[in-house]
């Protein structure tokens, strides 16, 4: 366990509780509690919390401050941080014994599906399986080749470990800017920031110009988002099959229309138990790809359980997001993700996000009607960039936002 300071004890008020006053009941409640707990632990017998929040911690402002420093995540690390800033605490978080659980993620081989009959049948039937119970797998023989899996990640990593001038240039909350760098899309509005920055770029279905992305992974980003896209595809005719549809029906849906790339950085932590990289979420999208490098931390939620997801050399992570599960009509899960922080890293990925997000259109996404014949439609139909809009404005909360498009 941690030393928690008392500006952390702080974090975990707020959490609790909002934005209390000075004199709520609940906050002295809260804080004899935490005392008590702290003083249990053996820590030095904390002060009055309360006047402590209010004489030393202003959190809006605290996030602000990070916010307008434009270095992210790293920043703090760079500059020697030993005690994590009070907004990336965390409640208590659930971590699994090692040995809870028999079940492992799916891995589904893609070798030969587009030339050989049985291969795809059987891949198909995988597919099926991994999507309508964990709503994550792994991808083996997808095509792309390890010197573009690697560069992507290095090239990722390259930024976000370059100079800080460069990085500042892409600072930005501005969603309609192509490429931007930040740390916590949801900032202002989520109750705890994660220990990651990224650096995202809209690359389908207008790219930015070449000039627009950083140097650092200019090069690779649209060789990368080629294969990419051709997988995305593959693995969409695949699902369409899986579901008894015509091949082409979730590309008819226009399904693999954009593409959304994240490339995360994780930088070690000092104190991992304290905070997550990433809060437990689903995705807004209808698949994702995720390449991520051999330092773990990624899991996802089967039958109330965190599962992990293990660094496998040349595999690619696919998970269904919230607009697929919406479509299927529940048939396929979006499942419940997360990342765990280490004192090890940096951590990178990149998470690819196939939908159009914020751009403008008002095409209607629902139930397929084939799909929603043995049981009735569940949610009401969505334009992706309301989706979106409402995804973003919620912010990571641990409530999924396919609730509020039920009927
Ligand atoms: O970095 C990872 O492994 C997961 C990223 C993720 O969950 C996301 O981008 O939504």
Known sequence: MHYVGPNQRYAWIHLLLGSPSESSTELRYYTTVLNQWSSRLGHSPAPQVFSVMSATYDRASAIKAFDESRTGVKGLVDAGADELPAFFVAPPIQVEPKSTSNHQIPIVDLKD??????????????????????????????????DVLDSMLQGVTQFHEGPIEVKKQYYTRDLRKKVRFNSNFDLYVS??????????????????QLEELPDACRGIIFQFTNHIQSLGTLLLELFSEALGLRSDHLIQMECDKGLYILGHYYPPCPQPDLTLGA?????????????????????????NQWLDVPP?????????????????NDKFRSAEHR????????????????TTQLWPSTKLFGPIKELSIEKP?????????????????KGIDGRSALDNYKL
């Open 312 to 328: 496998s050399t040349g595999a690619l992570v696919v998970n269904i997001g919230d607009l697929l599960q919406l479509i299927t």
């Open 377 to 393: 439609p569940l949610y009401r139909e969505v334009t992706v960039r309301d989706y979106h809009t409402y995804y973003y404005n």
């Open 191 to 208: 109750r705890v920031a994660n220990w990651r920055d990224t650096l995202s770029c809209t690359m389908a279905p207008e790219p930015p």
């Open 339 to 354: 990342v765990l922080i280490k004192k090890v890293g940096p951590r990178t990925s990149v998470a690819c996000f196939f």
């Open 113 to 146: 599906v587009q030339a050989d009959e049985s291969r795809r049948k059987q891949a198909v039937e995988e597919l099926m399986h991994a999507a309508t119970t964990y709503g994550f797998f792994q991808v083996v023989n997808h095509g792309i080749a390890a």
């Open 279 to 303: 809060s437990k979420h689903s995705d807004p999208d209808f698949i994702t790809i995720l390449l991520q490098d051999q330092i773990g931390g990624l899991q996802v939620m089967h039958q």
